[in-house]
């Protein structure tokens, strides 16, 4: 890995330094629920560009959670990939996560599509193209990148968002959802959200806190079936939320499992996008 390198990185794409820091300190506890070594030596070898996170602070749980939302997202993708073993995945907005090695079942079609700059990264510190691996650099609501992906892969196809849909406009998502929906018709979609009650709070926290790191959320989502108004063929499979089994890494705030709009502040989302065509 190249050694004092600077992550230049603003706006959006700076919040992929989030989750590799999360995971990075995550890896180095004893009872770790997710391991990535590619994580702590960015954060060892990039010390400038991780001082800002390392000044917020950063809940017990909060990370519980947060670690439990990748390790879920690889359930979702690997459950997905049982059923369709050579199908397409699009790790949409993936940031500098190595979830392709993680779930990697030998067969799978994989493209990781994230800004340039964090393609740049990604090629730096973690690796390039190979066989069926594919990197594509744009934005996640470029329709061009639809075009790339349906010319080089045959469906059935899932796509992944973790952590990224917070940081826009409902509009922004709805287009984007409503896009995969009409270029990828019986595709499958797994997404995280956040509850408005949790916008509103993680704000205030930014704001109070005065931090130089950009991480406003937007887009909230209160129920999963609200994504089916979106449109004709949007179809709720499957949903997650961190107190849904035992977790002792969570004991201290079980209690919140009984208040609703406190259970649920964190989920992960699973559809359908309208029907197969033949």
């Not at 940031?95 to 994989?110: H, P």
């Not at 059935?156 to 973790?162: D, I, Y």
Request: with cysteine.
């Amino acid at each position: 890995m190249p050694e004092n390198d600077s992550l230049n990185l603003s706006g959006v794409a700076e919040t992929a330094l989030f989750p590799v820091y999360i995971r990075a300190i995550e890896t180095q506890r004893a009872d770790a629920l997710l391991r990535d070594d590619c994580a702590v030596a960015l954060v060892e070898q990039n010390p400038v560009a991780f001082s800002p996170i390392k000044q917020v602070r950063i809940d017990e749980e909060d990370q519980a959670s947060l670690i439990l939302r990748n390790r879920e997202v690889d359930r979702f993708a690997q459950d997905f990939l049982a059923r369709h073993p050579e199908a397409m995945v699009v790790h949409i907005g993936c940031g500098l996560d190595a979830r392709f090695e993680r779930v990697d079942n030998g067969r799978v079609e994989w493209y990781d599509l994230d800004l340039p700059e964090i393609i740049a990264l990604r090629r730096k510190y973690i690796g390039s193209e190979r066989e069926r691996y594919h990197l594509i650099a744009c934005s996640m609501f470029d329709r061009e990148w639809t075009d790339i992906v349906s010319s080089n892969s045959q469906p059935p196809s899932l796509f992944l968002a973790e952590g990224v849909f917070m940081y826009f406009e409902e509009s922004q998502v709805k287009s984007l959802v409503r896009m995969l929906r009409d270029c990828f018709p019986g595709a499958e979609l797994v997404f995280d959200a956040f509850s408005p009650y949790i916008v509103w709070m993680n704000n205030l926290r930014f704001r109070v806190s005065h931090t130089t790191v950009s991480a406003r959320y937007y887009w909230a989502l209160k129920r999963g079936k609200d994504l089916e108004s979106w449109g004709d063929g949007i179809a709720l499979l499957d949903e997650w939320f961190p107190f849904d089994r035992p977790e002792p890494r969570l004991a201290r705030v079980q209690w919140a499992r009984h208040i609703p709009f406190l259970a649920r502040v964190l989920g992960i989302f699973h559809y359908r996008l309208g029907k197969a065509t033949a």
